[in-house]
């Protein structure tokens, strides 16, 4: 049974950099999608970023693009999302979560069938 979990979360002022990753175990990560959503307080749960099995394919929501990269390492079973450039509207929960569905990768937060317990990020001076 596929588990993820999170780590690398913390507090950054404006402008800084900040590197999530995102760790599988029970079954082999490169049998999935993954996909990372935030959640601020208060609002609903949003798309960020995903990768496809391979890595080959990434997508990103508007807001971050350019800002935020997210990679994989299939042999370590792992997913990173490299946060650059943060901004206060950054802030909220993230989490990983995987999709083994998808032939690319899905922003849709409802084709992700396995979700990590999230990790915080703030942002703020």
């Known amino acids: 049974q596929l588990q993820l979990v999170e780590s690398g979360g913390g507090s950054v002022q404006p402008g800084g950099s900040l590197s999530l990753s995102c760790a599988a175990s029970?079954?082999?990560?490169?049998?999935?999608?993954v996909g990372w959503f935030r959640q601020a307080p208060g609002k609903e749960r949003e798309a960020v970023s995903c990768i496809s099995r391979s890595g080959s394919s990434t997508n990103h929501v508007g807001s971050v693009k350019v800002r935020f990269i997210v990679s994989r390492d299939n042999a370590k079973n792992t997913v990173s999302l490299q946060m650059n450039n943060l901004k206060a509207e950054d802030t909220g929960v993230y989490f990983c979560?995987?999709?083994?569905?998808?032939?690319?990768?899905?922003?849709?937060?409802?084709?992700?069938?396995?979700w990590g317990q999230g990790a915080q990020v703030t942002v703020s001076s």
């Open positions: 979560a995987a999709d083994p569905w998808s032939s690319s990768c899905s922003l849709t937060s409802t084709d992700y069938s396995v």
């Open positions: 029970g079954v082999a990560l490169d049998y999935y999608a």
